[in-house]
């Protein structure tokens, strides 16, 4: 009695592939295989949820997008979309809660695990302006699965979002989220911070299945991929 039992581990294979990038020669049919380090406990960080998967496969989607920017993931946990996105040549930064070092080392086993020596892992907290965050160089994308869960952080997200934006006004914010409850919104603080941001159809990018990758996604149509972006910066694309 009072002694906390050790929560259970397991190690998860995904597979991203099956289908073409664009540029890409008709004889080509690359396959990605991502190893990731999950831990069996309520701790938020430490699962794959649906939403990393649909994001992951966004970033394999794009991967010639992605080579060669500087990607920087929030609320990284066990790091599925980075991880891929540095399987595809980007230049990685893995971000946690400077508060739940469990987290960062996370991120630290799923790097180990697919022999990823190159990838920066820094705390950041959300809201606060911190060392790590101020010492942070320019991104060209930020990830963000699924941290759209809590109401209460959802300015704090937007707010660092906005930090980092600062630094490249042509940065873009990809992110899923589960849709949970219809009162939940984020379009109010989107115009406070002066962003704007698009809905992305997961069919666009094949992730409107039931198995993606090899693993379940319950209520497929629950989650929602969006890329958030300065009022600038989708002013000067269109």
Not at 38 to 58: F, N
Not at 187 to 208: H, R
Not at 210 to 228: C, D, F, K
Request: proline residues 6%.
């Amino acid at each position: 009695m009072g002694e906390r039992v050790a929560a259970a581990s397991r190690v998860k294979e995904y597979r991203f592939g099956g289908q073409r990038d664009e540029d890409e020669p008709e004889h080509l049919n690359p396959e990605l295989v991502v190893f990731i380090p999950e831990v069996l406990d309520p701790q938020y960080g430490m699962y794959v949820w649906p939403c990393a998967v649909v994001l992951a496969q966004y970033v394999w989607f794009h991967r010639r997008l992605v080579s060669s920017k500087r990607i920087l993931e929030l609320g990284a946990g066990v790091s599925l979309p980075g991880i891929v996105a540095a399987k595809c040549d980007a230049e990685v930064i893995l971000s946690d809660n400077a508060e739940f070092p469990q987290c960062l080392d996370n991120c630290r086993r799923s790097c180990q695990m697919n022999n990823l020596s190159g990838v920066h892992i820094i705390g950041v907290t959300w809201g606060r302006v911190s060392p790590c965050l101020l010492a942070l160089p320019p991104v060209d994308i930020i990830l963000a699965s699924d941290v759209f869960f809590e109401p209460e952080d959802f300015e704090d997200i937007l707010s660092t979002v906005y930090y980092l934006m600062r630094k490249n006004p042509h940065a873009q914010l990809w992110t899923t989220y589960q849709v949970r409850s219809a009162d939940w919104s984020i379009e109010g603080l989107l115009y406070k911070w002066e962003m704007d941001s698009f809905c992305v159809p997961l069919q666009s990018f094949e992730a409107n299945k039931e198995q993606l990758a090899g693993s379940s996604l319950p209520g497929r149509h629950t989650i929602e991929m969006m890329v958030i972006a300065t009022k600038k910066a989708v002013q000067l694309e269109t």
